[in-house]
């Protein structure tokens, strides 16, 4: 079995998804403005977000890298999941975040997203991370950019227009040279 690392950032704790945190996890994904922007869009039946969970844990298995569930340090409280992906079909090593409705807009996606990308750089080495924000997604766009993703292109993934902002290492001088 792969131990999943935790991670800590000044506010949060980014640790492996568990059974402990599958209520508000599968809350988050029935939730129709928490899924709009990733998938098909549609939310999630606890049984979909069971296979979802489940999925996100053997990543780490098969891949090395993977989601986190993001919980408050003052309390403990779930708020969401970020982490890395590399699933089939994928044009690259992609980070992604989620946030409850109630913690969206406070600063957690960047502060999680920089705790990942640390991750990234330091343990797995990555020459570059995307991330995919589906077109019209302001707010995922406005947190890629503060993470410091560069927008390289638009692409149709999986059906849906999607702007492609990468990262890069910070000691890398020329880092349109990999696009």
């Keep these: 079995m792969f131990d999943i690392p935790t991670l800590e950032t000044a506010r949060l704790r980014l640790t492996a998804l568990t059974e402990k945190h599958f209520n508000d996890y599968a809350a988050m994904l029935a939730d ?36 986190w569930a993001l919980e408050l340090k003052s309390t403990g ?3 969401g999941r970020a982490g890395l992906m590399y699933p089939e079909g994928w044009p690259d090593l992609e980070m992604g975040w989620m946030l409850k409705p109630g913690h969206r ?18 343990q797995l080495h ?3 991370v995307i991330s995919l924000v589906r077109i019209g997604n302001e707010a995922s766009d406005r947190v890629a950019e503060r993470l410091g993703g560069e927008h390289i292109e638009d692409m149709d993934f ?21 696009a």
């Design 77 to 79: 409280e779930f708020i």
């Design 158 to 178: 999986y059906g849906s227009n999607s702007h492609v902002f990468a990262y890069y290492p910070p000691h890398r001088e020329h880092r349109r040279a990999y």
């Design 105 to 122: 807009h406070h600063g957690y996606a960047t502060e999680a997203g920089n705790a990942v990308l640390d991750f990234a750089w330091s």
């Design 32 to 67: 129709p403005d928490s899924t709009r922007w990733i998938g098909d869009g549609q939310p999630l039946d606890r049984t979909n977000a069971w296979r979802s969970l489940a999925m996100l844990l053997g990543h780490w298995q098969l891949r090395g890298c993977g989601m």
């Design 126 to 128: 990555a020459p570059r």
